[in-house]
């Protein structure tokens, strides 16, 4: 019997992505970023779509559908409809769009063709729509075989929320909310404002949240957004640009806040503090409000996110604490790149009628998401040789011990092992990693590993078995989704601060709150990793020596970048990060690697001037 191969695309906005999947089975999915070192890349994803051919060990005449992650049309029918609407003000916006659009995005078939030489044996390519996209990605591979769906991002042809309905096979959608109205939007406007980048700095705009006082939240209810009790909404449009200017926020908004946004890398202050925490608060209340109402639509027990939105992992905390559902799973490439593998779905089940697989509402079928490029010890050890870099080949359980004994003397780990991570987190196959126990842990990696800003926290992983003896948490949480508390029981009391300037954030950076102190935020909380032995073998086994070393089964796990690059791909991405920072031991497979050893390194790319800041 002849496999059905089916090839997704995302693409033109940010983040593409492409995914191939046989018979309804995930066989590779990638980022374009990871290949062409272009944080969220998003050009026609060659690179990707190569690898997931490779992968899945077929040429692209085998293909039986190529399927686009958005509909062009519709996207182009927003933009022209915007543009009537806002007028002679909007014209600047509509010339920009429309280069896109005429350029590009409305023929994508040809660009198809053209890059990998078909259409697939459809002959055409299928629109799956861009939150159709969204919902399948996070229904399909999902544990549950009937849920409520919902996909919240800024916007995706008109629609920026939906809730849906998974049922089997079947994808059903119930409700919407169209642009200009949009959460994903409102959330970027305040991240623009507060000086960081669009589409890149939401992150850090939710780590900064916990330092402020959720203090504009009134003026954010009374001005910017008016909310019904079922989480449906309506923006104020006087206070955005994006309709008729193409920038996020407007000069009202800006009076509304007392001044002009902040400069990127200018000091924090206490204002960003107090937005950061007022958006977060307000964006939490409309999730739950949502996800109740979705509720009540379904009946389902179960929930299933996608979107940019639900990589607010500190809401999804929120949103899971209040009990609504029984269970909760997000799709760990909730944004754009996330739709790549929905559209493969969409394609699978909906035109080809294929049979979702049975799920126990516990086990995914997102395989871990490590979905991307593995090389074999021959590939590491011919790089290593080739270049004439000193290294250590060692036994596995060796190798372990050495990495636990050097995280427990204090060093830093690059840590690259098996298929490398889909979606924007690391997961262990392309890690950085330390001592979670070390209070001067976070303050070395965020300013010579990562080169980035000093508030930002980093994120435990932990043995599954274990969560619950750390963190207010007893669910798997595999994908770095959900934030929960630290336990009350490894807290330290934490002393007012005299005489510290209230825009500081130094002084309370650097107090220790908790037995994990580089890992527990300053609200006593933690972006959680369960690392299981069925998904990734390397990471645990290495988590499990840490624990037989030290007695603690946590790490502080990043991921393997500096600032602004994408997490890296291959072992000379691995070994240019390195250098490049204050990482002490690179773990390349069984290959151990020490700073000490390595020749001198001279950066003629400087990472600093090569990649833009995000």
């Known amino acids: 019997m002849a496999h059905r191969y089916i090839l997704g695309i995302s693409a033109y906005y940010h983040d593409s992505a492409a995914a191939i ?3 309804g089975e995930i066989i590779a999915a990638a980022q374009e970023e990871r290949f062409s070192r272009v944080k969220h890349d998003p050009r026609f994803p060659v690179n990707a779509i190569n690898y997931c051919l490779e992968e899945a060990f077929i040429e692209a005449s085998d293909i039986d559908a190529v399927v686009f992650y958005d509909h062009p049309f519709l996207t182009f029918d927003r933009i022209t409809k915007n543009c009537a609407f806002a007028g002679e003000s909007s014209y600047p916006v509509f010339n920009s769009a429309i280069k896109s659009m005429m350029g590009i995005k409305i023929w994508v078939e040809k660009h198809v063709c053209k890059t990998i030489g078909s259409a697939g044996k459809l002959g ?13 990605s996070s ?8 849920a409520a769906i919902l996909s919240l991002d800024g916007v995706g042809e008109w629609s920026t929320t ?4 998974g049922d089997g096979n079947k994808i059903e959608l119930l409700q919407e909310i169209n642009y200009p109205n949009s959460l994903g939007l409102l959330y970027s406007a305040f991240t623009y404002y507060c000086g960081f980048k669009v589409n890149s700095g939401e992150y850090k705009l939710m780590g900064l949240a916990p330092y402020g006082n959720p203090t504009y939240v009134k003026e954010i209810y009374d001005h910017l957004i008016d909310v019904k009790d079922d989480g449906s909404y309506r923006l104020n449009m006087e206070y955005f640009g994006y309709l008729d200017t193409g920038k996020t926020t407007s000069a009202k908004f800006h009076e509304l806040f007392g001044g002009d946004p902040r400069q990127p890398e200018s000091a924090i202050t206490r204002k960003e503090m107090d937005l950061a925490a007022s958006i977060q608060v307000v964006t939490e209340e409309i999730v739950i ?8 639509l379904t009946g389902s027990e179960n929930l299933c996110l996608s ?3 639900a990589l607010n ?5 929120k949103l899971l604490k209040e009990n609504i559902f029984k269970n909760i799973w997000i799709q760990p490439a909730a944004g754009d790149a996330g739709g790549a593998l929905g559209a493969c779905y969409v394609a699978e089940y909906m035109h080809f009628g294929g049979t979702k697989k049975t799920g126990d509402n516990k086990n995914d079928f997102q395989m871990g998401s490590y979905l991307g490029p593995k090389f074999s010890e021959q590939e590491i050890e011919a790089y290593l040789d080739r270049n004439r870099y000193p290294y250590h080949k060692m036994e596995y359980t060796e190798k372990n011990k050495t990495l636990a004994r050097e995280m427990d003397n204090g060093k830093i780990v690059g840590f690259f092992a098996g298929r490398m991570e889909f979606g924007p987190r690391s997961l262990g196959g392309r890690s950085i990693i330390g001592d979670p126990r070390n209070p001067g842990m976070q303050s070395k990696m965020n300013l010579k590993i990562k080169y980035r800003e000093s508030f930002r926290p980093f994120a435990p992983a932990v043995l599954r078995e274990d969560v619950n003896k750390y963190f207010d948490l ?3 949480s595999p994908y770095m989704l959900l934030v929960a508390p630290v336990q009350h029981s490894i807290r330290k009391p934490v002393e007012p601060l005299a005489g510290a300037s209230v825009d500081d954030m130094i002084p309370v950076i650097n107090q220790i709150r908790s037995d994990l102190p580089s890992i527990t935020h300053v609200d006593f909380s933690a972006r959680i990793q369960t690392v299981h032995t069925e998904t990734n073998k390397a990471f645990y086994d290495l988590l499990a020596e840490f624990k037989a070393q030290t007695g603690c089964s946590v790490v502080i796990n990043t991921s393997f970048n500096v600032r602004g690059e994408p997490i890296v791909c291959s072992p000379k991405d691995a070994y240019l990060c390195f250098m490049r920072t204050d990482i002490d031991v690179l773990a390349l497979e069984n290959y151990l690697l020490f700073k000490e050893e390595q020749p001198n390194f001279d950066d003629k790319e400087n990472w600093q001037t090569k990649y833009e800041l995000d």
């Open 21 to 23: 999947i046989m018979d």
């Open 307 to 309: 979107g940019g939105v």
């Open 139 to 146: 229904y399909y591979p999902s544990p549950y075989n009937n």
């Open 313 to 317: 992992c500190v809401a999804n905390g």
């Open 124 to 136: 055409k390519i299928i629109f799956a729509g861009h939150h159709m996209s969204h919902a399948a």
């Open 289 to 296: 409000k949502i996800a109740r109402h979705a509720q009540k």
């Open 162 to 165: 939906t809730i849906a309905k």
């Open 474 to 476: 007893d669910t798997d």
